[in-house]
């Protein structure tokens, strides 16, 4: 089945520590998105990509940075984390943002951070 | 700017009860509509989506009717059952960017058997 795969699932690091999270989708989308979802809260996005178009939202952090190597993979880099940041990162994909018959977002698991 | 509101949580009901979830929006123009559920340590996942005026959206017994006079957006069942229990997130996207979702911050369902 095509997907969205998260990995890991669960990550711990340590204060200041920097730490990649990976996303990689098998639905041949050329948009992906991070968001950060911390409790009982809504998902907030972070950035995207329109294929290697980079856009960052205005409130993200500069500790918050992205790659995207090709278009089945996006990466998640946090130079140094802080407690703040411990939270789930949630990867997703769309289709095509010019029709909106085709906006719908796909996304993966999750990847649950931990910061000690 | 645009924004979504949904009614707070959490919603507790036993099973075969009726469901209502409240969500109002704010928006320019005419977005699309959606609602996601969000299963515990899960990520989210399309329930149903409306893209005009007067759609109904409907998934697994799930419902929501795009409201533009009244700018909601309610997601109904007739019937829930102990596995429709998770977090509901009504979201929008704007007509002239399609890739920025404004999500609500989530109703949490309890059904009780």
């Known amino acids: 089945d095509a997907m969205v795969i998260q990995n890991p699932r669960y990550q711990v690091t340590q204060f200041g520590k920097p730490v990649t999270l990976s996303c990689s989708q098998t639905l041949n989308h050329n948009v992906m998105y991070w968001y950060q979802q911390k409790s009982s809260q809504a998902p907030k996005l972070l950035f995207h990509y329109y294929d290697k178009d980079f856009n960052n939202e205005a409130d993200t952090p500069d500790n918050f940075q992205s790659r995207r190597p090709n278009t089945s993979f996006c990466f998640l880099d946090i130079r140094s984390p802080g407690l703040g940041d411990a939270a789930m990162y949630l990867c997703?994909?769309?289709?095509?943002?010019?029709?909106?018959?085709?906006?719908?977002?796909?996304f993966g698991p999750g990847t649950r951070l931990t910061v000690l | 700017g645009d924004s979504v509101t949904q009614m707070e949580g959490p919603v507790t009901l036993s099973e075969e009860a009726f469901l209502t979830i409240n969500c109002t929006y704010t928006?320019?123009?005419?977005?699309?509509l959606f609602w996601y559920v969000q299963y515990p340590g899960e990520g989210l996942q399309l329930l149903l989506k409306a893209t005009k005026a007067d759609d109904k959206g409907s998934n697994k017994g799930f419902e929501a009717t795009y409201r533009k006079e009244t700018t909601s957006f309610h997601l109904e069942k007739g019937s829930v059952q102990v596995s429709d229990s998770a977090v509901y997130f009504c979201a929008l996207s704007e007509p002239y960017n399609f890739n920025k979702f404004y999500f609500g911050s989530g109703t949490k369902l309890n059904v009780k058997p």
């Open positions: 928006a320019t123009g005419y977005p699309s």
């Open positions: 997703a994909t769309s289709r095509d943002v010019t029709s909106v018959f085709h906006n719908e977002q796909f």
